[in-house]
């Protein structure tokens, strides 16, 4: 029986799997710095859930914003190199046929051969083939501005409920308690986000959790030199 060679790749989840974790690990040192600023300061758990709730609506809609008008940014900048590039294969097709060899030859192949497989892609789809080799744009790392506005906003509302959890069931939680629950959150999203990417788990569960801390930290003293005052 034949054997079947299957390969795993995670080049199409890189997208959404940005937006995603970027949102998540927002969302929870947003808004667990947030609530751990204004608890320092002495505030009552009625104050830090109110803090909670609006930083998380706040956040969420910013991170959906920015990520939009990023990404479209990208999006645009694609669809007007794409446009260029139509227009150069239409007007000079065998100065891009050449162009196309060129970048074959960089990579390996002889030169009779890169005229051979530019000649064959460009006949089949010159456009998309000069869109992958010479731009590097290609249907799987393409922007998706929607996907990673709405993947960006779930995700951050999803991380920023988490010490939102810790204030509704602790009653008067202190920063300990915060800070606690929110640095395990971003420890197990930092190991799923490097599972998922086919990372190394233990450098990126400690990244999240390091800088997690410092956010959370520099905040609680914040709140405190406020609250004393």
């Not at 609006?54 to 694609?78: H, P, T």
């Not at 064959?120 to 799987?140: K, N, P, S, V, W």
């Not at 988490?162 to 300990?176: D, Q, S």
């Not at 640095?183 to 390091?210: D, E, I």
Request: overall charge negative; proline content about 4%.
């Amino acid at each position: 029986m034949a054997y079947r060679h299957r390969e795993r790749h995670r080049t199409e989840r890189i997208g959404w799997l940005r937006a995603s974790v970027l949102g998540a690990n927002d969302g929870i040192v947003s808004t667990a710095s947030l609530v751990i600023g204004v608890a320092a300061a002495k505030a009552s758990p009625e104050a830090l859930m109110l803090t909670g709730v609006a930083g998380l609506v706040a956040g969420a809609m910013s991170m959906a914003a920015g990520e939009y008008v990023s990404v479209r940014s990208q999006a645009d900048a694609e669809t007007a190199e794409l446009a260029v590039e139509r227009r150069e294969i239409d007007t000079d097709p065998s100065a891009e046929h050449r162009e196309l060899s060129a970048i074959y030859v960089a990579r390996g192949l002889e030169p009779g051969l890169a005229a051979q497989v530019a000649t064959q892609l460009m006949a089949h789809d010159a456009l998309g083939a000069h869109a992958r080799d010479e731009l590097g744009i290609t249907e799987t790392l393409s922007a998706r501005p929607g996907q990673a506005a709405l993947a960006s906003a779930a995700s951050f509302a999803a991380g920023a409920a988490l010490p939102l959890l810790a204030v509704a069931l602790i009653p008067a939680p202190p920063v300990a308690a915060i800070a606690g629950s929110s640095l395990a959150c971003l420890a197990l999203l930092g190991a799923a986000a490097a599972r998922a990417g086919g990372a190394p788990l233990l450098p990126a569960t400690l990244r999240v959790v390091f800088w997690g801390a410092a956010a959370m930290g520099v905040t609680a003293a914040a709140g405190s030199l406020f609250g004393a005052a």
